[in-house]
T-cell receptor
Framework: DAGITQSPRHKVTETGTPVTLRCHQTENHRYMYWYRQDPGHGLRLIHYSYGVKDTDKGEVSDGYSVSRSKTEDFLLTLESATSSQTSVYFC?????????????FGSGTQLSVL | AQKITQTQPGMFVQEKEAVTLDCTYDTSDPSYGLFWYKQPSSGEMIFLIYQGSYDQQNATEGRYSLNFQKARKSANLVISASQLGDSAMYFCAMRGPPGGYNKLIFGAGTRLAVHP
């Protein structure tokens, strides 16, 4: 258990509304990531953070923004949700085990945009 | 561009037998890492095993081993003595571009069904 909590676990919203997903970690990891999972695509990186207020885009960042005002929280915001953003969203952290950096995931958030 | 390919959308295996899940990758970077994750029906992503490109030996973690063939650019997952609880989606992933801060590129996954 890498100490990652995602909230909410499930959310249903309407097209055009703003949505914020939260990722909280308790172990002071520097690197945090947001991925989305869609059928046939595996997981794709949306945004990532390499420190407080340090973030960068992934491969599918359009329509999403992120913020990291403190080490433990990484927020993903959909400014105006669209049906194409219906997906399962995973937060992840990097953890160094003494030899290699490994990625561990939270439990996921199922988002439905109607 | 880096790419991960899992060519088996679905596999099945009898309980207690071994099964190999295929993964091929493409990268021009000599330094990379390869991961396997398990996703059961409950949805969480569970880290299974990791192989670094410079590791001299194939990685093993309990019943999981990684058959790493660098020249062929393959990193197949071998599960020995399959159990019913091994039924899940399995994803192969590769650490992304240089300086990628552990950005992973995932394959599309293989669904494994273990039959009693």
């Amino acid at each position: 258990d890498a100490g990652i909590t995602q909230s909410p676990r499930h959310k249903v919203t309407e097209t055009g509304t703003p949505v914020t997903l939260r990722c909280h970690q308790t172990e002071n990891h520097r690197y945090m990531y947001w991925y989305r999972q869609d059928p046939g695509h595996g997981l794709r990186l949306i945004h990532y953070s390499y420190g407080v207020k340090d973030t960068d885009k992934g491969e599918v960042s359009d329509g999403y923004s992120v913020s990291r005002s403190k080490t433990e929280d990484f927020l993903l915001t959909l400014e105006s949700a669209t049906s194409s953003q219906t997906s399962v969203y995973f937060c992840a952290i990097s953890e160094f085990d003494g030899q290699n950096e490994k990625l561990f995931f939270g439990s996921g958030t199922q988002l439905s945009v109607l | 561009a880096q790419k991960i390919t899992q060519t088996q959308p679905g596999m099945f295996v009898q309980e207690k037998e071994a099964v190999t899940l295929d993964c091929t990758y493409d990268t021009s970077d000599p330094s990379y890492g390869l991961f396997w994750y398990k996703q059961p029906s409950s949805g969480e992503m569970i880290f299974l095993i990791y192989q670094g490109s410079y590791d001299q030996q194939n990685a093993t973690e309990g019943r999981y081993s990684l058959n790493f063939q660098k020249a062929r650019k393959s990193a197949n997952l071998v599960i020995s003595a399959s159990q019913l609880g091994d039924s899940a989606m399995y994803f192969c992933a590769m650490r992304g571009p240089p300086g990628g801060y552990n950005k992973l590129i995932f394959g599309a996954g293989t669904r494994l069904a273990v039959h009693p």
